[in-house]
């Protein structure tokens, strides 16, 4: 019974390494239609806090071209406004910002409108 008392207790001291809160990984944002036309740039390099989601991203591009905020990117800084859609990788849309942030990413932003 010893054993399995002083297992117990080293067990819980083991501590399980979780993300470093001092991390950050590097995504790239590509601008395209009427959001490259308003920033007057095509593309913008950001650099996150590992686990960052959608929602930062939109922030901190905000925080580097603030000409978006109210035309491409909400006021409360939060997410995309109506019209505009989010892409990663050129293979999967984001509609939810609270989607997570993966080192490398290359993120697309683009009106949503489709002409025919």
């Given amino acids: 019974m010893a054993d399995h008392a002083e297992a117990l207790q080293r067990s819980s001291q083991v501590q399980v390494p979780g993300p470093d809160p001092h991390a950050s990984i590097q995504c790239t944002v590509e601008l395209f239609g009427v959001a490259r036309f308003v920033a007057h740039t095509r593309e913008v390099s950001l650099t996150l806090p590992a686990g960052a989601t959608f929602s930062l991203v939109y922030a901190a591009l905000a925080e580097k071209l603030p000409v978006l905020v109210g035309q491409i990117i909400s006021p409360d800084r939060a997410r995309l406004i109506d019209g505009f859609a ?16 993966n080192a490398g990413d290359n993120i697309i932003i683009l009106s949503a409108d489709a002409g025919g």
């Fill in 86 to 101: 989010c892409n990663v990788n050129g293979l999967d849309f984001v509609r939810t910002p609270t989607a997570t942030v």
